[in-house]
């Protein structure tokens, strides 16, 4: 408990620090040199997105209660990093080299982050909602950043540089016609999605602050019963396992080959508040899960000590 406490704090912390007003942009006009923004994705803030990811998938597979609190401590910095990132966007950020990699990390990279037991479940109601609700608003960006948001931070006297993003491993330049106009059309669906994670999201947090969550094991039992049961569970959790790993894994892979292929030049180095923190909240969440993970095995090694 002590350590949930803490790791809330630096989370929120993080949320407070004071930003250093960097914004993706071009080094000069006469330049193609994308200099990054820190306070988005600097080394710090990545690798704390990545060490979060991990200690929910260790957690998902063996401890699934462990996850619920990955989950609340993710959610809290992505709101940090989305709203950094719509700072930098609103003072003319370099929006098309910014928004691939803040995707990747808000959405896709804990896409699969879903509780995989009846306890998780009840101690992830409202995070749940709260992750739905920021899937809806990623979602609704993407619209706006395809549509309008794209040429903002390229300007004519840039209009020769080409900002690539990484689809499926290759560098493909946003600005081309094809690719673009492609997007818009994914994007223009994904206001439906978004429309349905909002009103689900929204709905799921009212419900957490009304009544408990429905008991999914009750509704279970209409098809399984006894034995069956804790074999759904397995399944569901293995399933989930492996759909975070391969979805976590391409998200990691895209982020940093987006930011290799426009050879993006952000700060070293974890020194700073702004990095140093993050990596905290990331090594201390994924030591929480590991914890959660021997627990779980040792209290696993009792009972099969009292049955043999």
């Given at each position: ?290 914890f959660s993970v021997w627990k779980r095995i040792g209290k696993m090694a009792i009972e099969l000590r009292t049955h043999s």
């Amino acid at each position: 408990m002590a350590l949930h406490t803490i790791l809330i704090f630096l989370t929120i912390l993080t949320t407070l620090t004071t930003p250093t007003h960097a914004l993706t942009h071009f080094a000069s006009p006469t330049t193609c040199l994308i200099i990054g923004d820190p306070d988005v994705y600097g080394p710090g803030i990545r690798l704390s997105f990545y060490l979060q990811w991990a200690a929910i998938l260790l957690a998902t597979t063996v401890a699934p209660s462990g996850a619920s609190f990955a989950r609340t401590t993710t959610n809290i910095l992505t709101i940090s990093v989305f709203a950094n990132s719509l700072r930098g966007f609103s003072n003319g950020g370099l929006v098309a080299a910014e928004w691939w990699i803040v995707t990747f990390l808000c959405f896709f990279l804990n896409l699969g982050n879903w509780p995989s037991s009846r306890q998780a479940l009840r101690e992830s109601v409202a995070s749940i909602g709260v992750s739905l609700c920021i899937y809806a608003m990623v979602m609704c960006m993407e619209c706006w950043v395809w549509f309008r948001g794209l040429d903002i931070g390229h300007g004519r006297e840039n209009g020769d540089c080409e900002v690539k993003i990484s689809v499926f491993f290759h560098p493909v330049d946003v600005y081309d016609h094809g690719w673009r106009t492609a997007f818009k059309v994914l994007a223009a669906v994904d206001m439906v999605a978004a429309l349905v994670f909002a009103v689900v999201g929204i709905g799921i947090l009212l419900l957490s602050l009304a009544v408990p969550f429905f008991d999914v094991e009750e509704y279970m039992q209409h098809w399984v019963d006894g034995d069956d049961r804790r074999m759904v569970s397995v399944v569901v959790k293995c399933l989930l396992s492996v759909f975070q790993m391969i979805l976590g894994a391409f998200s990691i892979a895209f982020v940093e080959l987006t930011i290799k292929f426009n050879d993006i030049q952000l700060p070293q180095g974890y020194t700073s508040s702004g990095q140093l923190i993050p990596v905290l909240i990331g090594v201390l969440t994924l030591a929480s899960a590991v914890f959660s993970v021997w627990k779980r095995i040792g209290k696993m090694a009792i009972e099969l000590r009292t049955h043999s």
